[in-house]
């Protein structure tokens, strides 16, 4: 299927916490055939890149490689940004920096900040509502114990096996185990940022999927998030977990697509 200029839907694909542009191996070849293009790529110190987490101490560090590309986005172009989980985080900055260069921002059972309070409110309201043993063996470490730094986090086998990938085949499993990274949720850098905008941010398109058996970002507070900061559109994917990219990438596919068909 070839699909025109004006058809071509360019959807930029941006991963969660301790994955990278690997967790979108099932979905990029499903919306390519569909006639669309996929960018899909490496945070900072993820997947691929060369730098370790404790080399990067803020949320803009981070999300540089999202915000190089946007940079490259030519004008009168818009992308649709996926964010999963934590990228919801990268997507609102990259919305709130270039507004006009985003058709719509699809939260994927993601973090989802407001325009009202500082970038880390949705995350310390889902850490207040998580009980610590919910974490299973997740670790934990500062970057520095001589200051107050960012703290890395590490998904282990029980918490990636129970919490993440509970409903994917166990091929999937082990592959997440073997290429996940120590992350972070940037809390320190997130509490200090301004909140964003509502000039920018708060006026491009957004959709929220929820994911329904998510384990780790549970449906109760994905539905809080859309509560907190009502968006345009919700959808919903039955039967996945939180990876639903490789749970379940044909229902996401058809989703993704009935989202950017809505899209002026």
Known sequence: M???????????????????????????????????????????????????????????????????????????EKVVLVGHSLGGIN??????????????????????????NRPSYVLNQYNERTPAEAWLDTQFLPYNTQNESEVSMFFRPKFISSKLYQLCTDEDRELGKILIRPGSLFLK??????PFTKEGYGS???????????????????EWMIN????????????????????????LSVCLLDIALSCP
């Open 189 to 194: 850098s997130l509490s200090e940022a301004r």
């Open 91 to 116: 997507i609102a900055l990259a919305m709130d920096m270039f507004p006009e260069k985003v058709s719509v921002g699809v939260f994927l059972s993601a973090f989802m900040p407001d325009s009202v």
């Open 228 to 251: 907190n900061n009502p968006v345009d559109e919700v959808k919903h994917l039955k039967g996945v977990d939180h990876m639903s990219m490789i749970c379940d990438p044909n229902q």
């Open 2 to 76: 070839t699909l025109t200029g004006d058809e071509q839907t360019h959807f930029v694909l941006v991963h969660g916490a301790c994955h990278g542009a690997w967790s979108w191996f099932k979905l990029k070849p499903l919306l390519e055939a569909a006639g669309h293009r996929v960018t899909a790529f490496d945070l900072a110190a993820s997947g691929t890149d060369t730098k370790v987490i404790q080399q990067v101490t803020t949320i803009s560090e981070y999300t540089k490689p999202l915000l190089d590309l946007m940079a490259t986005i030519s004008p009168g």
């Open 204 to 222: 491009v398109k957004r959709v929220f999927v929820v994911c329904n058996e998510d384990a780790a970002i549970k449906k109760e507070f994905q």
